[in-house]
């Protein structure tokens, strides 16, 4: 890893710091050459501390350790991300990331259709709101759409017109979500299973 040192006076870089699973940005530190070794080395993140202007390694004494998964350098040599799996909160304040946010698996859009299908579920008096009426319906007629829609991808996986057999996998996945929602999970519980296997 060819890393450089001397862009700054002081020969430390930034070093941006990931959680490996979740991909949330925990914190930013610094290091310089003996704290990326040290890291390297022992297999958890140390930092140069510029107010203890010493080695200080995350968790030596609140024992939030950092374990070190991967380092990738920037394209200019002077900036590190740094990719870990936090053992307790990563913040000296006690909350997941120095911003105070959570360290919670997030999927895109697809969490922010679960956000939207949560909120159906809870006001299921919306005349308007599809997902609404669904639930309304019961959870016999959400599984019965998930098979419809799994009959109707399945279908389109066998000819050749890419956009319906997309439209139709949305369309699937979609009703997959509301049926998890029905049944009490998230797409994360599904995302747990799948790890577990792959363990």
């Excluded at 290091?31 to 070794?37: G, K, P, R, V």
């Excluded at 922010?112 to 639930?135: C, G, M, P, W």
């Amino acid at each position: 890893m060819n890393v450089d040192f001397t862009k700054n006076p002081d020969g430390l870089i930034p070093a941006i710091i990931q959680d490996a699973k979740t991909k949330n940005v925990l914190m930013l530190g610094f290091m310089n050459d003996e704290a990326l070794q040290k890291t390297k080395d022992t297999k958890k993140v140390t930092f140069f501390s510029r107010s203890k202007q010493r080695l200080w390694t995350k968790g030596e004494e609140s024992g939030n350790f950092l374990k070190l998964v991967d380092i990738k350098v920037d394209c200019d040599k002077d900036t590190l991300l740094v990719a870990v799996n936090p053992v307790g909160p990563t913040c000296h304040t006690g909350t997941d990331t120095c911003w105070g946010e959570e360290n919670t698996q997030a999927f895109g859009f697809l969490s922010h259709l679960e956000d939207i299908i949560t909120s159906r579920k809870k006001n299921q008096e919306d005349e308007k709101s599809y997902v609404a009426s669904l639930f309304r319906k019961g959870i016999n007629k959400i599984a019965q759409k998930v098979g419809e829609e799994a009959v109707e991808m399945v279908i389109e996986a066998k000819d050749d017109n890419d956009d319906l057999f997309l439209n139709e996998s949305a369309d699937l996945l979609f009703h997959l979500l509301i049926l998890l929602q029905a049944k009490g999970f998230e797409l994360n519980d599904v995302v747990k299973v799948l790890e577990s296997r792959h363990e």
